[in-house]
């Protein structure tokens, strides 16, 4: 391996354990950001010619333990602090609040608090967890990198004001904490899966969903809880695995029926149909189940998506359920069916605006033999539309009905 690579893995690897460890030590984010930052510089600078470590990890833990010492030094701060960073170099796991030896677990916990509005947990996870640049956050939430700094001094200040414990829940409050941070990693796999959003943060979102999956026995080994770690897991790597298919060699974005499944990735959908096989009917297994039925060679079975969108909205009835699962009785029963349903669904008005609704109503209608109508509906749905991708894709469908 060399230098450059060693550096990219052992930043993947060591450095939510480096923040985590420091975080712990010093109660200083920022501090701990910046010397595992500069952990990682120093890699790349030295590693060239002195060669990888033995243990690169460990070398980045210590450089990175040495460059907060001399910080804390300099800043003339509480000997405290010096005395728990010389505990930590010959300990890692010192004086760990909740007995767990692993700081990248409490890291997850405490960036995903519900005390923080939840773009602050996605963006925090994504600074402090992930190690991405503020500006590729911003970036992707369309801001300015001087509003996202911003936003994360104000995360990591209510953390502090708020006396937010560093530390993993224990008992009910561990099964009542986990479902807000598996939406923080869905919201996160959202962003790049969307057809403008940065793939690397999909990519983050299924290494925290592994990262989950594999520490939460550790802590506690109810059945339950790993399950829908797990089903978020699959349902990751079965929307993950279409990616490469999604868009034409032009860039034009594509429908499922319209891409090459050899492009597919094949071992992430046995990957989580293994999964899959050990699992109930919790949410995430049904959006796991559906995302399972299409990443298939054969026909789509849309009887069988329909019924476990039927599950879902009897569980979980929210306005973007309902028109899923009007689509899916759309191609299950025909679109008289799916036309219904998706005016039920609209009725209450959350669904205004939003062009997946309009899109969804167009498809229907062009089905049924109403190109004139669908036509127009496309049209309408691209005027609104989130992207120029889906802009565009929805303006090619409107000329087709023409």
């Known amino acids: 391996m060399d230098a450059a690579s060693a550096v990219v893995t052992g930043a993947a690897e060591a450095y939510p354990r480096i923040v ?73 796991t010192a004086d760990a609040p909740d007995g767990f030896p692993d700081d990248r677990l409490r890291l997850v916990f405490t960036c995903c608090h519900p005390a923080l509005p939840l773009e602050a947990r996605v963006a925090l996870t994504l600074r402090t967890i992930c190690g991405v640049p503020t500006a590729d956050i911003a970036r992707a939430f369309l801001v300015t990198e001087a509003t ?67 520490l939460l026995p550790a802590v506690n080994p109810a059945p339950e809880l790993s399950s829908e770690v797990a089903a978020l897991l699959a349902l990751f790597l079965f929307q993950h695995s279409r990616r490469a298919a999604r868009r034409s060699p032009d860039g034009r974005l594509l429908t499922l029926d319209q891409q090459d499944r050899t492009l597919w990735d094949h071992n992430a959908i046995a990957e989580a149909r293994t999964l899959l096989d050990a699992l109930g009917d919790g949410p995430y297994a049904l959006q796991a189940r559906i995302a399972a039925a299409h990443a298939t060679d054969g026909p789509t079975d849309w009887p069988e998506i329909a019924r476990c ?6 569980g979980q009835p929210t306005a973007v359920i309902a028109l899923n699962r009007a689509v899916a009785h759309g191609f299950a029963h025909g679109p008289a069916a799916g036309l219904t349903l998706l005016a039920e669904a609209r009725a209450g008005g959350a669904l205004d605006g939003y062009p997946h609704a309009v899109a969804a109503e167009a498809d229907m209608r062009s089905r049924a033999g109403d190109h004139d109508r669908a036509a127009a509906l496309f049209r309408e749905a691209a005027a609104i539309a989130h992207s120029p991708a889906e802009r565009d894709a929805l303006l090619e469908r409107a000329e087709a009905e023409a």
């Open 20 to 92: 985590g460890a420091l975080i712990r030590m010093t109660g200083d984010w920022d501090l701990a950001e910046d010397c595992a930052q500069e952990a990682l510089a120093a890699a790349l600078q030295r590693w060239p010619s002195s060669g990888v470590p033995d243990n690169p990890g460990a070398w980045l833990m210590t450089t990175a333990r040495n460059r907060a010492i001399d910080v804390l030094r300099r800043t003339a701060v509480e000997r405290t602090k010096l005395q728990d960073l010389a505990v930590l170099s010959g300990n890692d």
């Open 148 to 214: 996202m700094t911003r936003r994360l001094t104000r995360a990591k200040t209510k953390i502090a004001q708020a006396g937010i414990p560093y530390r993993v829940p224990q008992g009910p409050a561990l099964a009542e904490r986990l479902p807000g941070v598996l939406g923080v990693l869905y919201v996160l796999f959202t962003n790049g899966y969307n057809p403008d959003g940065a793939p690397a943060f999909a990519d983050e979102a299924i290494r925290l969903a592994r990262l989950l999956r594999a």
């Open 309 to 314: 969108y039927d599950r879902l909205w009897a």
